[in-house]
């Protein structure tokens, strides 16, 4: 199947620091990539929705100036943690697919963020 | 190695049928279950979870799965398909300090009228 590579897996930070989160899709084009987050002893929470050269679409609650997602190429998505807290600590997994796999999505390996 | 492992690519039934999805799961301890659903162009949603206790557990949209650990299974299961039903169902496995998360391949999921 198709890889998504995710990276990095583990990050620490300062609080009030930003962490860049990169996701790419290794052997196909990703049209559509979603940004998760996970709490512990709960499900993913769907953060947004980021299309290949458009803006992303945030969930409800989401702060969009916080959390900075970048598709700039059909390979590629970022997200940002910007001026991180310790509250903004969790698990963070993207997943990503298109015309390509016939809208099947594949998943990254998650990013544990720990912000100290 | 962890691993989850759906063994259906394609599944077909027609509504009003069961439906049983498959999923086997290799984890060097008990791990957090859970079920989604990815309907075409949105986000997954989350259909059932087992953390611990009654090993059968309820979801919504009438759907129950079952955890058998001698089996390393965690099948999903509904007595009656509807069309709505019609997407793509992912299983995953985390660990308790949930700083991993695997998921399956994914089975799709074909309703007939």
């Known amino acids: 199947g198709a890889v998504v590579s995710q990276h990095p897996s583990w990050v620490i930070c300062k609080s009030g620091t930003s962490v860049k989160i990169e996701c790419r899709s290794l052997?196909?084009?990703?049209?559509?990539m979603f940004w998760y987050r996970q709490f512990p002893k709960q499900s993913l929470m769907l953060m947004a929705t980021?299309?290949?050269?458009?803006?992303?679409?945030?969930e409800q609650g989401v702060e969009k100036d916080k959390f900075l997602i970048n598709h700039a190429s059909l390979t590629l998505s970022t997200l940002t943690v910007t001026s991180a807290h310790p509250e903004d600590s969790s698990f963070y997994i993207c997943?990503?697919?298109?015309?390509?796999?016939?809208?099947?999505?594949?998943f990254g390996s998650g990013t544990q963020l720990s912000v100290l | 190695a962890q691993s989850v492992t759906q063994p259906d690519i394609h599944i077909t039934v027609s509504e009003g049928a069961s439906l049983e999805l498959r999923c086997n799961y290799s984890?060097?301890?008990?791990?957090?279950l859970f079920w989604y659903v990815q309907s075409p162009g949105q986000g997954l949603q989350l259909l059932l979870k087992?953390?611990?206790?009654?090993?059968l557990v309820q979801g919504i949209k009438g759907f129950e799965a079952e955890f058998k650990r001698s089996q390393s299974s965690f099948n999903l299961r509904k007595p009656s398909v509807h069309w709505s039903d019609a997407a793509e169902y992912f299983c995953?496995?985390?660990?308790?300090?949930?700083?991993?998360?695997?998921f399956g391949s994914g089975t799709k999921l074909n309703v007939k009228p």
């Open positions: 997943s990503a697919g298109g015309v390509a796999t016939n809208e099947k999505l594949f």
């Open positions: 052997d196909f084009q990703a049209t559509t």
């Open positions: 980021s299309n290949e050269g458009s803006k992303a679409t945030y």
């Open positions: 984890y060097g301890a008990t791990p957090y």
């Open positions: 087992y953390f611990s206790g009654d090993t």
């Open positions: 995953a496995v985390g660990a308790h300090n949930f700083n991993k998360f695997y």
